[in-house]
């Protein structure tokens, strides 16, 4: 199918991967008790909070198609994976500890604000540890992540670092969640790229250990 029909075959995978981390959210969302108040940290503190960056924050919602459109065909089905692992890992944990934080309300009529109160009114006040916006991000991000292409990697890089940046100016998460998720992310592509060593020569995690060392060697364009 992939061959015939390349296009259709990638977003049916995206709606394999990114649809169940939306069911393992809503499982998550209407399943957790009491959730737990987080406190934010120094960092928090730091960043100033931003409606501005909501439109950053929604490109989001750009990225994750861009990145399975986009990413090596050898990557696409590990993305796949990957983002489903990570949204049954944290489901588990909304379930077992959910989480909240204090969200600050912009009341003016901009745009912005506006933009923002309906992301609010739609998403759920719990579900924030670990950040599933920082942990797809970061998959995408490593999916995106081609040594032979250095001008879309850095776009990539630099537009995903943009995504998690408004994620805390616009105080959806703070600093914590968004570590956690991006570390969920990273242990997520770690994982079935070691279980994908073991069935397929394909690789999905850049350079920087043995086993992606070895999958990154499989990606050299032969004479």
Known sequence: MYQRFPVLARLLMMLAGWGTVGV????????SGQAHLLSESVLDRLIPFDVSAVWLYLSFFA????SYLCADVRRVQKLMFGMQLSGVLAAIVFVTWPTTLVYPVDASNTMSATALRLLSANDSPQNCLPSLHGALTTLGMVALWNRHRPMR???????????MWS???TRRHLAIDLASGAALGLFCAYAVACVGKRSTSSGF???????SSEIDSNMEPRS
Do not use: D, E, K, M
């Open 205 to 211: 995690l850049p350079g920087g250990t043995a086993a």
């Open 153 to 163: 990697t850095a776009f990539s890089l630099i537009w995903a670092a943009g995504i």
């Open 24 to 31: 393992c959210y809503s499982i998550g969302r209407h399943a």
């Open 167 to 169: 994620v805390l100016q």
């Open 63 to 66: 990225f994750v198609p861009i």
